[in-house]
């Protein structure tokens, strides 16, 4: 009965983190297709929306330091699309280093860094949710590295 029970209890933990592995490696595909590869590096928007639910929204710290800025995926998209149109892409690649992705339930959080030329650039915090059709990014805060 004991090895039942451990059996059991084993079987349980085991499933548990498979799905947090199997999570965590959905949401760096998310993040890696429509933020980093998506967003900063190809400015597919198909890409990017596949990845971002309608009503993210990144949030900055104002230049008064006292503030919040607020950019709509909408208004970035946008952004994005009227720099393609002019002939504007990236000269530089950006790339992605995972600090931590923590999931529970159907919530994440994942700390990343971007770099550009080996340097550091950006922390970001991004947040997710696990909707019907998977992870979605809704939101970011951020700290710009001189």
């Known amino acids: 009965m004991k090895k ?4 059991l ?7 548990t983190l498979l799905r ?6 959905l949401i760096k595909k998310v993040i890696d297709e429509s933020y980093v590869i998506g967003i900063h590096n ?3 928007i198909e890409q990017i929306e596949r990845g ?7 949030l900055g710290l104002g230049k008064d330091r006292s503030s919040v800025t607020q950019l709509p995926i909408a208004t970035w998209i946008e952004n994005i699309s009227k720099s393609k149109a002019a002939g504007k892409k990236p000269t530089v690649e950006t790339t992605c280093k995972y600090l931590f992705v ?3 339930g159907d919530s994440a959080v994942a700390k990343i860094e971007l770099h550009r030329e080996g340097k550091l650039i950006f922390t970001d915090y991004l ?7 998977g992870w979605r990014i809704v939101s970011k805060i951020y700290y710009r590295h001189n």
């Open 102 to 104: 923590d999931v529970t």
């Open 42 to 44: 190809d400015g597919d």
């Open 52 to 58: 971002f639910h309608p009503t993210f929204v990144l």
């Open 9 to 15: 209890v084993f079987g349980v933990v085991s499933a």
């Open 4 to 7: 039942f029970i451990l059996f």
């Open 20 to 25: 947090a592995q199997s999570d965590e490696m």
């Open 127 to 133: 947040a997710l949710y696990k909707f019907g059709e």
